[in-house]
């Protein structure tokens, strides 16, 4: 059974600026990208749209898919009319789950999205709260993830 949290965004990125936004968010928390993998499934082009992208921790075993997919306006909640595009990741399992939790911040926080998703209740007991709410979340799962100490 996956797991998924979804957050809502103005416009898709292209592959490029994905991979720069996940090599920068790895960075910024100190951990090395060299055991990353991000790739697309086997479909022509870059375009991310019809897509589903994995993003794989090699060194740790830690993956997690993303899907880019418009949303039709009679869909999207009166507050998320000027962001038609609906960011989903998942993955299974406990310490895949922190990771995909790490890449949604790093993604959510890039791509200005307002509102995190998160009606299976994976990180916090509300259906919707603001991106930041996931920092306090995101710093102690780095820590569990890589071992990284202060």
Known sequence: MANEIMFPIQKTPSFEDLLEIIVE???EHSISTRQLTVGLSAKKGLELSDKFVIIQDH????????TFNYFEPEFREEKDMDFPIMVGIKTRGESKLKFSILIA???AKALNARIIYDDAYLVQQKEAYPVNELK????KYVKALYSISE
């Not at 060194?59 to 993303?66: L, N, S, T």
């Not at 306090?136 to 710093?139: A, K, L, S």
């Open 105 to 107: 911040y790093i993604l």
């Open 25 to 27: 968010g790895f960075e």
């Open 59 to 66: 060194q740790y075993g830690y993956f997690c898919w993303i």
């Open 136 to 139: 306090p979340f995101v710093d």
